[in-house]
């Protein structure tokens, strides 16, 4: 069983400098995928040394299944794991060719040389790399690396395969498909997961479930579903996707004030009335209408109205900047048929089973 | 038209200093003493008489052990200081750094005292301690060169993997640590491996410094009648004098130079070693445990050998009014530090020639290197891979060969520098014009054109924006690069011996000539004041540079 189970995980770097990772707890289910997502700086790359092991936490522990991998008495060291890592530069050995840099964890683990040859074939036939294996890394591509990488960490069957940003050095059209690679890989082998990522596709694609990191601290857990839809934090809001986050006061357990107008959410909050809160919504849940002709064109409960600073049309929609009573400014999206001018007044509806109120 | 003027002039003293000395090499392996043709006559004899064939082999085996030593003791000690806890690590630093500033020549003459056979200081100890009839060291001898050579070639190849470990990405090994491989595993099979190429650079950067050594040998083996090719040389230059013979003999040593740098850009081949790392990421030292101070132990030996004993017997000498007495009070003097200063005329002048001939040649150096690596990187002129060709040339050829292609090129009409401090001023700026070289282009490499581009739209000619954008930008640069040549020019023996005349004697040349006469604590005092010198220059820029240096680091 390699269930990973993080708890009250803390790290500082320097004496008297700030957390690098902050009471982290964070839990795994054998076979699962998890992503761990955020801005650089947020603590996810030293999350995941202290989970190799190259770093000993301050405070807090790292098991695994019934074993005790980490915690300030002491770690396990990185080679007694039975983790695997795919590192942001590959680390791909370059005075080894393709076929010795994966075969090197089956020789530290003494398995038959026979053995060994048919299982380094077998796994470069998957990553589609055999007819390479006598290359060194200085002739292939980055991609190539990326593959030799993706062999070398799964050749030895690990329990945990730990991927740190591994495809932040590829091309746009490359590191698509190896999104899917990864996760085909996955399905195929059913190896736990922890995956190190600042692109939230990325993480939507490979991941079943996406810690959001900030600051050192986990803001939020769950599936991609769950984070685009009901996000905790505004900063879990923000990340994955695009939002509107409008600031303000709450004035009733569901309903919050910003400056000129009132929003009401669906549902509410635990919070003191009186107490700053955010609203979110996203931009295509926002409805346009014209003002001209629309005698109600007043702001209401979760009606404002706005004026369009900027339009710009992307072909499948449009996508409008709308400055609304108090100086915010709104994106809304639209059918690409509806079309306002740049000064023109509209109304924004903000419907109530889209905003979200979170706390600041 | 100020600018073609300045490189014309530049292309002229490259001719005088690289191409013609080289050329008369040449040309005068091919002369004959009193006849008109040319002929392969002084190959022959060069190559075929046994008494010129031994120091060949002898040459080979010194710096075959050399450098294998060197690389021995150099690669484990730069692994402990980059990669273990070992205690210390920074003063350990410092002291082999200490050893690479040690001219190895002072390094002899300090195991001269140490050990020679009967007076040497630990025979003595020795003696005393176990009544024996003598003591077991003999620094005169194969053996004893090769020991003193190693010391001070430890450095290279320290430096070099030292710098390679602490490039190489942590990733390298951690990616080694996650799949299984303990310390011991990793090291071998990871860690060294990548650190192969500064290991071999290491290597041929010792046997070719062996190669080429003149002081060591010339303190310890030509006593003991063994001869390598540098003192071989040395001899042809005595009465009766074969300088023909030893241009011949001295052409093997640039093609093996030539040929073993070569090899060693060949060496890499597929497995380029370009790593690409991450910022940022913290590396795991290897905990020693109870090996600890054991390691430290191991670590200062090199450095009690090749800076403690060395510097506490050159200090004890020059503070003695005779060595061989010991350092007992009532023989300890301020004697001799006057007499260098004050009292002798030789020693005066030559402390002011060596400063004043350094200057210069620092300076001829460094113009001429900022002037042709500006042409040549910015590509001004046709033909930029043959000037720095000319340029780093010297980098191939020995000291001692240098000189014999100076004193062959200039020692007639129509330009007769032998004699003059001009041939020593020219010889010690072409043998480091490499340094200065390269040191100017990666720094202009460094520097983007379009900084010098924005001067010239508002309107600055060429040499203004040279002189107003480049050159202040270049300033750190210039004035190391500048250190660069001066400072092995004040230490340089190996070019002086064959070109200094008595009126233009340098601090090493009269070194040499005091060992020759047994005066040993005028040496000692004479190697303690070139190295109190070189420390208090290197110190005054320190200060001095260390500022702007940190602020130029291009971005």
Known sequence: MARIVIERLRKRFAQTGPLAVDSVDLTVADGEVMALLGPSGCGKTTTLSLLAGFLRPDEGEIRVGERLLSSPAGVVPPEDRHMSMIFQSYAIWPHKTVFENVAYGLHVRRVPRREIVSRVEEVLDAVQMKHLAQRYPAELSGGQQQRVALARAIVVRPDILL???????????????????????????????????????????????????????????????????????????SFIGRMNVLEGTLVGVDTVACSGFVVRAAAGVSLDTGAKAVVCIRPQHIVLGSVNGTPSAASATNRVVGRITRQTYLGEIRDYLIEVPGGMQLRAVTSPSLQHEIGSEVTLELPIEHCRIVEL | ???????????????????????????????????????????????????????????????????????????????????????????????????????????????????????????????????????????????????????????????????????????????????????????????????????????????????????TPAFLLI??????????????????????????????????????????????????????????????????????????????????????????????????????????????????????????????????????????????????????????????????????????????????????????????????????????????????????????????????????????TLGAGRVRSLFTVTVPLLRSAMLSGWLLVFIPALRELSCAIFLFTPRTAVMTTVIFDFSDAGNFEAVATMGILIMAITLAIVGVSYRLLGRSLVEAQPA
């Not at chain 2, 003027?5 to 004959?32: C, D, E, H, K, N």
């Not at chain 2, 910015?378 to 050829?397: D, Q």
């Not at chain 2, 000189?403 to 007639?412: E, M, V």
């Open chain 1, 163 to 237: 991927l740190d940003e591994p495809l932040s050095n590829l091309d746009a059209n490359l590191r698509e498909q190896m999104r899917f690679e990864i996760r085909r890989l996955h399905d195929a082998t059913g190896i736990t997961m922890v995956y190190v990522t600042h692109d939230q596709a990325e993480a939507m694609v490979t991941a079943d479930r996406i810690a959001i990191m900030n600051g050192g601290r986990v803001e939020q857990v769950g599936t991609p579903a769950e984070i685009y839809e009901r996000p905790r934090t505004a900063f879990a809001a």
């Open chain 2, 1 to 215: 038209m100020a600018s073609k003027l300045i490189f014309v002039l530049a292309l002229a003293a490259l001719a005088i200093m690289v191409v013609l000395p080289l050329g008369w090499l040449f040309y005068t392996s091919l002369q004959i003493p009193d006849a008109a043709q040319l002929s392969f006559a002084n190959y022959v004899e060069a190559f075929t008489k046994s008494i010129y064939l031994g120091p060949i082999g002898n040459s080979l085996i010194v710096a075959t052990c050399v450098a294998t030593i060197a690389v021995a003791v150099g690669t484990p000690l730069a692994w402990l200081l980059a990669r273990t806890d070992v205690p210390g690590r920074g003063a350990l630093r410092a002291l082999i750094v200490a050893a690479f500033v040690t001219p190895s020549f002072l390094g002899a003459q300090a195991w001269m005292l140490l050990a020679a056979p009967n007076s040497g200081w630990l025979n003595k100890i020795w003696v005393a301690l176990t009544h024996a009839e003598h003591g077991p060291l003999n620094i005169y001898s194969l053996a004893g060169a090769i020991f003193v050579m190693a010391l001070y070639n430890i450095p290279y190849t320290f430096t070099f993997v030292y710098g390679a470990l602490e490039l190489m990405p942590a990733e390298m090994e951690n990616a080694a640590s996650i799949l299984g491989a303990r310390s011991l595993r990793r090291t071998l099979s990871i860690t060294l491996p990548l650190a192969l190429p500064a290991i071999i650079a290491g290597f041929i950067m010792s046997f070719l410094e062996a190669l080429a050594e003149f002081g």
């Open chain 2, 223 to 456: 006593p003991a009648r063994q001869q390598v090719v540098t003192t071989q040389l040395y001899l042809f230059f005595q009465f009766p004098q074969r300088i023909e013979l030893a241009a011949a003999y001295a052409m093997p040593l640039i093609l093996v130079t030539a040929l073993l740098l070569f090899l060693q850009r060949r060496l890499i081949g597929r497995r380029r070693f370009t790593m690409i790392g991450t910022k940022g990421e913290r590396r795991r030292l290897t905990p020693l445990g109870r090996w600890r101070w054991a390691a430290l132990g191991a670590a200062l030996i090199p450095s009690l050998v090749a800076v403690f004993l060395p510097y506490t017997a050159l200090l004890l000498t020059s503070l003695s009014r005779a060595w061989g007495l010991g350092p007992v009070p009532g023989n300890l003097t301020f004697y001799w530090y006057r007499w260098a200063l004050v009292d002798n005329a030789t020693t005066q002048s030559a402390i002011v020639h060596s400063f004043t001939y350094g200057f210069a040649a620092a300076t001829i150096a460094l113009a001429i290197a900022v002037t042709i690596a500006f042409a040549v990187t910015r590509k001004l002129v046709p033909a930029g891979e043959l000037l720095t060709f000319i340029c780093m040339a010297p980098f191939v050829v020995p000291g001692i060969i240098l000189a014999i292609g100076f004193y062959s090129a200039y020692s007639h009409k129509p330009l007769l520098l032998y004699g003059t401090a001009w041939i020593l001023i020219i010889a010690f700026a072409t043998r480091f014009l490499p340094i200065a070289y390269s040191n100017m282009t990666s720094a202009l490499q460094t520097l983007s054109v379009d900084l010098e581009n924005a001067a010239r």
